[in-house]
């Protein structure tokens, strides 16, 4: 169902192409690093970064095997999978025997249990002077406690700040998506799974997808639209 979702919006934050670009122009700031995306899913940042700058390496680790076929299909689509390596595995249980100049995580920080466990991780990953590229969610109003059930326990924006800064990180660019960046994948996500029940009404799982779909719609409007927040920073460490 999350490969219906994001048909029509491939990186699955709410991030407009435009930020993706800059977002990947900072953190890959010569051209000829060696990058690796925990949770990569379907590998839309490595693609992006490979096909913006031909000195790039890059690796992906996901559990999907789906997903990782998806982003074989796709770097060979685009003509960069010779520089490509995918493994399926937990992000946390992956190793490398080498460091990496830019480590992402974008959208994936529930996989680690929170933003500073996902920066912990991609700490042991991160070559001397290398940067991380993260994104994850905030609250730029109170909450409801159904909207901190659904989405999380996250701070303000200020807070969230300082906890990064706290746990030895020093932000050098930084975007906050917009309210159009916001709703627009909103719009993508579940409009793409209501158009596709409704392409494929014989299909059994119809009726659950296009409900699916309805229930999203209903969570978005009336519980956190007007309260959470998305924000992704490009670090580097402090000590």
Do not use: N
Not at 33 to 60: S, V
Not at 92 to 99: C, L, V
Not at 143 to 160: N, Y
């Amino acid at each position: 169902m999350s490969g219906i979702a994001h048909a029509d919006h491939p990186i699955k934050s709410p991030l407009d192409d435009d930020a993706v670009r800059a977002l990947l122009a900072r953190a890959l700031p010569r051209g000829d690093e060696r990058i690796l995306d925990l949770g990569c899913g379907g590998g839309e940042w490595l693609l992006r970064a490979l096909a913006m700058h031909p000195g790039l390496r890059a690796e992906g680790v996901d559990i999907s095997a789906a997903a990782l076929e998806q982003a074989r299909a796709s770097a060979i689509d685009r003509g960069v999978e010779d520089r490509l390596v995918l493994h399926q595995s937990e992000a946390e249980a992956f190793s490398a025997p080498h460091g990496f100049d830019l480590v992402l995580s974008v959208g994936a920080a529930h996989a680690f249990g929170g933003l500073l466990p996902t920066l912990a991780a991609a700490r042991k990953h991160l070559a001397p002077g290398g940067r991380v590229l993260i994104g994850d969610g905030f609250w730029i109003a109170d909450p409801s406690p159904e909207a901190v059930e659904m989405l999380g326990d996250f701070t303000d924006l200020a807070t969230t700040m300082d906890r990064v800064k706290a746990d030895g990180w020093t932000p050098v660019h930084g975007h906050v998506s917009t309210r159009r960046e916001m709703d627009d994948y909103e719009w993508a996500c579940w409009g793409s799974l209501s158009s596709w029940a409704l392409d494929h009404p014989s299909d059994p799982d119809s009726a659950q997808v296009l409900e699916t779909a309805e229930t999203r719609y209903t969570e978005w409007l009336r519980v956190y639209r007007d309260t959470w927040g998305f924000l992704t920073l490009v670090l580097r460490e402090t000590r």
